[in-house]
T-cell receptor, first 114, second 115 residues
Framework: DTGVSQNPRHKITKRGQNVTFRCDPISEHNRLYWYRQTLGQGPEFLTYFQNEAQLEKSRLLSDRFSAERPKGSFSTLEIQRTEQGDSAMYLC????????????FGPGTRLTVL | DAKTTQPNSMESNEEEPVHLPCNHSTISGTDYIHWYRQLPSQGPEYVIHGLTSNVNNRMASLAIAEDRKSSTLILHRATLRDAAVYYCILRDVGGSGGSNYKLTFGKGTLLTVNP
């Protein structure tokens, strides 16, 4: 399967713990996005990478959140000191160069903070 | 990105056509109209996009009004696998929209397909 993959698919953690999610984009895609989706809502943009450079961060991305894409390939999203409000589906998408190419989404990581 | 308005939900019968409307009265000249759908427990997937002319692909057709203030996604023969939330998104690929091509999702339309 050459699509976008995300790990883990599900994560249950206790409030105050740190969690890290991984996204492996489609190999030739230089653009990578993270979105967050809560129940009944559409996905909300969190951050965007072009190759290894993080070029935009949403104001939704508090200082407890950090994302990296060290070699311009896979990306990680870490949440420190998790809160119950962080419970959501975290989606990763990738896209090739070009103005109107589609974004390809992964299956998401569902985070539950107890 | 400019805002879109979609009905919260629609219902269809299997093997019948479905017309999903989207209003975007504040669309600008450089906004592309994108449709994505999200099946239960999956990430969104691209359906179709267009700028001014109607578009067809293997999944659907996109009919764009002449003034571009509205569009309609057409599923020619709905199947049970088409049951999903459908999102209509405007994506500015020029002007002040920047080059990040992020997607701004609304709540979309929940399509139910009856057997």
């Amino acid at each position: 399967d050459t699509g976008v993959s995300q790990n883990p698919r599900h994560k249950i953690t206790k409030r105050g713990q740190n969690v890290t999610f991984r996204c492996d984009p489609i190999s030739e895609h230089n653009r990578l996005y993270w979105y967050r989706q809560t129940l009944g809502q559409g996905p909300e943009f969190l951050t965007y990478f072009q190759n290894e450079a993080q070029l935009e961060k949403s104001r939704l991305l508090s200082d407890r959140f950090s994302a990296e894409r060290p070699k311009g390939s896979f990306s990680t999203l870490e949440i420190q000191r998790t809160e119950q409000g962080d419970s959501a589906m975290y989606l990763c998408a990738s896209k090739s160069q070009g103005a109107d190419n589609e974004q390809f989404f992964g299956p998401g990581t569902r985070l539950t903070v107890l | 990105d400019a805002k879109t308005t979609q009905p919260n939900s629609m219902e269809s019968n299997e093997e019948e056509p479905v017309h999903l409307p989207c209003n975007h009265s504040t669309i600008s000249g450089t906004d592309y109209i994108h449709w994505y759908r999200q099946l239960p427990s999956q990430g969104p997937e691209y359906v179709i996009h267009g700028l001014t002319s109607n578009v067809n692909n293997r999944m659907a057709s996109l009919a764009i009004a002449e003034d571009r203030k509205s569009s309609t996604l057409i599923l020619h023969r709905a199947t049970l696998r088409d049951a999903a939330v459908y999102y209509c998104i405007l994506r500015d690929v020029g002007g002040s929209g920047g080059s990040n091509y992020k997607l701004t999702f609304g709540k979309g339309t929940l399509l139910t397909v009856n057997p």
